[in-house]
C-alpha cells in the first residue's frame, strides 16, 4: 500500500452557514498531506454555497482536489452523502458533516493506522461532544 494514499474528505452540507467555516478550517489544518475535499451540497438556502465558494478561492491549493457537488432539490442525508462519495477518488474516504470538526491530525492517524493493519477496511474514531450555550461560548 502506498504510504501516502489520497484521502477523500467529503463534507456533507444543508443550511451549514453558521459552522461551515469551521468544518473547513479544520481539514484545511490537517497534517496529512494527500487530501481531495469534496463538499456536497442538499440544496441549501442560505448562503452555504456561497461561503464555501469563498473559501476555496483561498484554499483549494492546500488541496490535491477540491469541488463542490450540489442538488437541485433536497434529497436527504443519505442521498447527499452518496453523492459526495461517488464524487471522490480517493483510496480511503472521510466523511464529516458540515457541523463537525477534525483534530488536526485525525487523517493521518487513521491513514498510520490502516497502514499498519492491512486487514483493516474500514476505520472510525471518537467522537468528542462540544455544545454551545446561549452567549455562543462552546
Request: net charge negative; with cysteine.
Amino acid at each position: 500500500m502506498n504510504n501516502h494514499p489520497l484521502v477523500s474528505v467529503v463534507v456533507v452540507t444543508y443550511n451549514s452557514s453558521k459552522t461551515i467555516l469551521q468544518t473547513l478550517d479544520s481539514i484545511k489544518c490537517q497534517t496529512y498531506a494527500d487530501i481531495e475535499l469534496i463538499i456536497s451540497d442538499d440544496c441549501s438556502n442560505d448562503n452555504t454555497i456561497e461561503l464555501c465558494n469563498n473559501w476555496l478561492s483561498d484554499c483549494s491549493d492546500r488541496f490535491v482536489r477540491a469541488i463542490i457537488v450540489t442538488s437541485k432539490t433536497n434529497t436527504g442525508v443519505p442521498s447527499n452523502f452518496n453523492r459526495g462519495v461517488m464524487a471522490s477518488t480517493g483510496v480511503w474516504i472521510k466523511t464529516i458533516a458540515g457541523d463537525d470538526l477534525l483534530e488536526e491530525n485525525a487523517v493521518e492517524k487513521y491513514i498510520d493506522y490502516v497502514t499498519d493493519n492491512l486487514e483493516v477496511d474500514i476505520v472510525f474514531g471518537r467522537s468528542k461532544i462540544f455544545v454551545e450555550d446561549e452567549k455562543g461560548n462552546k
